[in-house]
């Protein structure tokens, strides 16, 4: 059984640091990519980052491009979301997810129906 847990997320103040972290279990780590995804209420899912497990690519969407990172633990099949230089507008659910037809990561990450696999999120709250 697939699994994702995401963990990490606070209340911190604009220009502030928080490492979120995706937990997965129930496939093969290194065979798929996974996607970071943030969604505010009455908004859509956006996708903010993404890295493929196979080659270590990793990309980024233009409005977090410098300020977030992704890293992968393999042992403990695990992926942070290191976000710097946090803005009020960064304030979101953080989700986690994969798509276990596809092993990279999308163009068209909008069609989040896509992704049979997300986690719980986690809520980042960023003001003064």
């Known amino acids: 059984e697939v699994q994702i847990v995401e963990s990490g997320g606070h209340w911190v103040q604009p220009g502030g640091s928080l490492r979120l972290s995706c937990v997965t279990s129930?496939?093969?780590?290194?065979?798929?990519?996974i996607n970071w995804f943030r969604q505010v209420p009455g908004n859509e899912r956006e996708r903010v980052g993404c890295?493929?497990?196979?080659?270590?690519?990793?990309y980024f969407d233009p409005f977090v491009k410098g300020r977030f990172t992704i890293s992968r633990d393999n042992a403990k099949k695990t992926v942070h979301l290191q976000m710097d230089s946090l803005k009020p507008e960064d304030t979101a659910v953080y989700y986690c997810?994969?798509?276990?037809?596809?092993?990279?990561?999308?163009?068209?990450?909008?069609?989040?129906?896509?992704?049979?696999?997300w986690g719980q999120g986690t809520q980042v709250t960023v003001s003064s």
């Open positions: 997810a994969q798509d276990s037809l596809f092993p990279r990561c999308r163009i068209n990450w909008y069609l989040t129906h896509l992704y049979d696999y």
């Open positions: 890295i493929i497990m196979g080659d270590d690519r990793r």
């Open positions: 129930g496939f093969t780590f290194e065979d798929y990519a």
